[in-house]
């Protein structure tokens, strides 16, 4: 199975670094050791969970999203993995309003390999979905209401990912 190497990297922090290191040529050391350290604490059972899910979706994955807010995918264009083809067909189509952008000289971990660059798309995006007539939140004159908005998505989104990523194991 091809996918099986893939399967295995959970607790193979040698592993980890060498996929790592194979999807992205700009990594720096430093951060190659940071995105290994962050991997080694997945437990090897959500790793193999993560890989399935990839290699043979889910059932909601073909359908489009109940999710009906704004939506921004990043991609590098020197990333092999996730494709063009892919994010147009497998994910941007799912949502409604969903923006692709693509960071130049960057490859899987684009958001640490070009930090500026994405921060400023980000930027962008949140500027235009949090100042848009949609009144998700109305622009005020010194932009107050947006920029209390953002941080709070911001406080969530992080409590959000560090509480997925130390949770305990799902029963069986």
Known sequence: MLSE????LGGNVEGQRAVRQQLSTLLTDADLDRLTVVGARVRPEVVRDLVDAWN???PDGARPSRYTGPVLVVRGDDDGFITPDLVAGGVVKRFASA????????GHW???????AVAAELDDFLEETFTAPSGICPKDTDGAAAKAR????KETHTWQSARTLNSPPRAQ
């Open 5 to 8: 190497p893939f399967r295995s």
């Open 150 to 153: 953002l941080h709070e998505t």
């Open 99 to 106: 923006k692709s952008v693509v960071i130049d000289r960057a």
């Open 56 to 58: 043979t979706g889910h």
């Open 110 to 116: 684009v958001h640490i390999e070009r930090p500026a």
